[in-house]
């Protein structure tokens, strides 16, 4: 079973359901509309008798982050779309790290802040060693808000601090090494491993791995509903200031930024 939307792509075999990233020309970047077909994909997942989810993205990238259209138009709107933009993020990351099925992504390239976030929300995440990873965000003004409660969550406060604030991009041996993906594979064996994790997941009781999940999802869920809530007050505020429009103007121009702190 098949479903092409216009940004992801569907398929689903022996129990497998497979979302690959689909915009290679963009380097699998993150526009409205991908953020949509992938909510629409991941509901689809979970509705069907598919028991496992892998996430891929299609080319030489995972996901570079946001959409370079998108970050044209951040600018220009009002702090009541910021608002609908950072809760539709929020929902996406929700989604994907409360999903009921068991998650693996297979990191074939690059996955940038936004794509970072995607790629270790999952259950697993395999990584050829080609991945690189990075909280980008404050290097063009933006607050990596959404993501933060996850990555402390994951690897604890003071090690997310030195990510977050730097916003530096690093490999994928300093990824296993922060906890932050389960596995590098080469990139010719990437979905073979992702496929054979699948399998030996579903050897596992269907009702077991569900309950277990949930269970997990449980421990957090009152800490992150209130963190995101004030994630997404936090990312919608940066968009007014005029650090935030000096850093995406300057990065769109490919020129250093002239910070006023404003």
């Known amino acids: ?8 792509h569907y398929s689903e075999d022996q ?4 979302i690959t990233l689909k915009r290679p020309d963009k380097r699998n970047a993150i526009s409205y509309e991908l953020i949509d077909d992938l909510l629409a994909a991941l509901t689809q997942g979970e509705r069907s008798a598919a028991q496992i989810i892998v996430l891929t993205g299609a080319g030489k990238a995972f996901c570079s982050g ?3 259209d998108n970050l044209k138009q951040l600018t220009g709107r009002t702090h009541e779309q910021n608002l609908i933009d950072s809760e539709t993020m929020a929902m996406l ?7 009921p099925k068991p998650t693996i992504a297979a990191v074939n390239g690059p996955a940038i802040a936004g794509g970072t976030g995607l790629a270790t929300l999952c259950d697993f995440t395999l990584a050829s060693p080609e991945a690189k990873f990075g909280y980008t965000e404050v290097r063009i003004g933006f607050v990596p808000a959404i993501v933060s409660s996850f990555l402390i969550a994951n690897i604890g406060e003071k090690r997310a601090r030195e990510l977050l604030l730097t916003g530096r991009v690093f490999g994928a041996d300093e990824a296993l090494k922060l906890g932050l993906i389960s596995e590098i594979v080469v990139a010719e064996q990437l979905m073979a491993r ?8 579903m050897e596992n009781s269907p009702a077991s791995l569900v309950a277990t999940k949930k269970l997990l999802s449980s421990y957090t869920r009152e800490q992150l509903d209130r963190q995101v809530t004030q ?7 940066i968009r007014k200031t005029a650090d935030f429009k000096e850093g995406i103007t300057s990065f769109l121009e490919k020129r250093k930024p002239t910070w006023t702190g404003k």
């Not at 990351?93 to 999903?99: C, G, K, T, V």
């Not at 992702?194 to 997941?201: G, P, R, V, W």
């Not at 994630?231 to 505020?237: F, G, K, L, T």
């Open 1 to 8: 079973m098949t479903q092409t939307y216009k940004t992801v």
């Open 93 to 99: 990351f929700r989604s994907l790290y409360a999903f």
């Open 231 to 237: 994630a997404v007050q936090a990312n919608a505020a």
């Open 66 to 68: 946001m959409d370079l």
């Open 15 to 18: 129990g497998i359901a497979t």
């Open 194 to 201: 992702a496929y054979e994790l699948a399998n030996q997941l």
